[in-house]
């Protein structure tokens, strides 16, 4: 018999990482806060003036998880029984596990089939005799994940319509980004270096060769894609009289989701956040969708940077959610969450060993504000046998189960109350668009 366990444990900004208090279990601490209560003030002799006979909460069951330390916790199997949970209704810093919320409404506004296009104008006439476009080229879009190798490709794509030479200005449109980088201009400048041979920088060139080299694209390799832009770089939007030319598509949003979260890429889940309506969007859909309370989550970016709040109980349902969401699209967790122990990225170096490798499905979550504080919210897999009860969920053959926990500590802990962890089933997949720049 097996079972997926659902947790989420969050780090409040008042304790530092790595604090814990003595062990607390919450059933008792939530009866002795109600006893305390009860009694009431002492009066002036000193004696606590009793209001009310109060009957102490039932005894910690012995298949819930002891909580170490100070954290927001809400562990459960697939069928909603509780495994642990400590505060779950308190706000705590969920930093990059943001990005899951992100990710959610992504995925609900646009689709996992979604591409992001970048267009390219002409601003001139074309001949094609001299090879040259006397006036302006022009790019647009919002992609996310635009890289060295796409503006090489649409560089031999412009050769192969008989453009080499660019008289006028490259005119980027104020959303084009490249290369991570916030700059519309800075973008451009890069854009306008790559797509010249004689400009193009090593790493660009690296970039080109690698990625159609990957995808097995041999004709593309067989020669050098060049075209030279002799005026500026400037920033505006495409003329009414501009002639469209070419477009660029992304990759389909779930992958450029799998490649976000495996290295917690900040500057894309912006960008994404930036498609859907930023982060009071993706705070009044989760309120909406998920009927997650206003009080439950406050959001001040959709990467985790900045200051955010969310409690363990929307955290789970946020998890949930996104599960759900996949499902609808016959996707699953692995195919935009990294696998510990498989993935690159910030879960690549995490339950590796033989027993929990492939076992979690999870994003991570780090902010070094008033000291290092870490989350893992995600998914598990264990044996369903633990202490006499038995997960009773349909889909439990599947094995998953969402959670966010404190540096996974509390994974590794609770397998040794709850049963040994399991492998999820995975199709590998090469993140063809690794980042070179990413945020935990």
């Known amino acids: 018999m097996k079972a997926g366990i659902a947790l989420a444990i969050m780090l409040p900004g008042a304790l ?38 109060v009957t102490p909460g039932p005894a910690q069951p012995s298949y819930l998880t002891s909580i170490y330390g100070l954290q927001g916790v809400l562990a459960e199997t697939l069928d909603g029984s509780t495994v642990a949970a400590q505060s779950v209704d308190e706000r705590f810093n969920p930093a ?17 089939e979604h591409r992001f296009v970048t267009s390219l104008w002409a601003g001139g006439k074309i001949d094609k005799t001299t090879g040259t476009l006397t006036g302006d080229l022009i790019v647009t879009g919002r992609d996310p994940s635009f890289h060295y190798e796409h503006a090489i490709m649409l560089a031999r794509q412009l050769n192969q319509l008989g453009i080499r030479a660019v008289t006028g200005n490259l005119i980027v449109a104020p959303g084009f980004t490249m290369n991570f980088d916030w700059s519309a201009k800075h973008s451009g400048q890069q854009f306008l270096e790559s797509v010249d041979a004689a400009r193009r920088s090593a790493a660009a060139t690296r970039a080109w060769l690698d990625e159609r080299s990957l995808v097995g694209d041999k004709e593309s390799l067989s020669s050098v894609p060049s075209v030279t832009i002799v005026g500026d770089v400037q920033v505006g939007s495409a003329p009414p009289e501009a002639i469209p030319l070419l477009t660029h598509k992304s990759s389909k949003l779930v992958d450029v989701l799998k490649v976000l979260l495996c290295y917690s890429n900040n500057f894309m889940a912006e ?41 363990a109980r929307a955290m789970t349902k946020i998890l949930r959610a996104l599960s759900d969401e996949l499902r609808k699209h016959n996707l699953s967790l692995s195919d935009i969450l990294p696998v510990a122990g498989i993935d690159p990225g910030t879960l690549e170096d995490r339950y590796t060993d033989a027993l929990t490798r492939g076992s979690v499905i999870a994003k991570t979550g780090t902010t070094r504000a008033h000291g290092w504080r870490r989350q893992l919210a995600g998914w598990r897999n264990e044996n369903e046998e633990r202490t006499g009860r038995a997960v009773r969920d349909p889909q439990s053959a599947r094995q998953r189960a969402p959670f966010s926990s404190q540096s996974g500590r509390h994974c590794q802990r609770n397998s040794k109350r709850t049963g040994r962890p399991r492998s999820f089933r995975l199709s590998p997949r090469a993140l063809v668009d690794a980042p070179r720049g990413f945020g935990l």
Do not use: C, H, W, Y
């Not at 990005?99 to 689709?111: D, E, I, P, R, S």
């Open 16 to 53: 530092a990482f790595g604090q814990q208090s003595s062990p607390t279990t919450v059933l008792r601490s939530d009866a002795k806060r109600r006893v305390e209560q009860a009694q009431g003030p002492a009066d002036s002799s000193g004696t606590s003036r009793s209001i009310s006979p």
């Open 271 to 311: 960008r994404i956040g930036e498609n859907v309506g930023g982060p009071q969007a993706v705070s009044s859909t989760l309120a909406d969708k998920l009927k997650i309370n206003a009080d439950e989550i406050a959001l001040s970016s959709t990467s985790g940077l900045g200051i955010n709040r969310v409690t």
């Open 96 to 112: 990059s596990s943001v990005k899951l919320a992100t990710a959610l409404v992504a995925l609900q506004n646009l689709g996992p």
